[in-house]
Nanobody, 115 residues
Framework: QVQLVESGGGLVQPGGSLRLSCAAS????????MAWYRQAPGKQRELVAA???????NYADSVKGRFTISGDYAKTTVVLQMNSLKPEDTAVYYC?????????WGPGTQVTVSS
């Protein structure tokens, strides 16, 4: 069974940086998109950034210019570099790998931005 594992979360002060990584236990063939989502307490899960198998990237307006997504479809790994972090970025961040008719999710990693 394929599993996704996130790492790199933690506590950081406003203006700081974190690098989140996600790795699959084995390569996921035919993946169409790899992405990062986040969910803050009391709010719905939202897309943060995604990268397609064609290497096209999309970002939420709230993180454009601050976050960068990168991925390696051969390894099924995806990284989210987060800079200039704000308190409103605080959330559990989830890795996602999508195929036609199927999705894989990581268990989530906590990111807390606070002074």
């Amino acid at each position: 069974q394929v599993q996704l594992v996130e790492s790199g979360g933690g506590l950081v002060q406003p203006g700081g940086s974190l690098r989140l990584s996600c790795a699959a236990s084995e390569r996921i063939f035919f993946a169409n998109v790899m992405a990062w989502y986040r969910q803050a307490p009391g709010k719905q899960r939202e897309l943060v950034a995604a990268i397609s198998s064609g290497r096209r990237s999309n970002y939420a307006d709230s993180v454009k210019g601050r976050f960068t997504i990168s991925g390696d479809y051969a390894k099924t790994t995806v990284v989210l570099q987060m800079n200039s972090l704000k308190p409103e970025d605080t959330a559990v961040y989830y890795c996602n790998v999508g195929l036609v008719g199927r999705e894989y999710w990581g268990p989530g990693t906590q990111v807390t931005v606070s002074s």
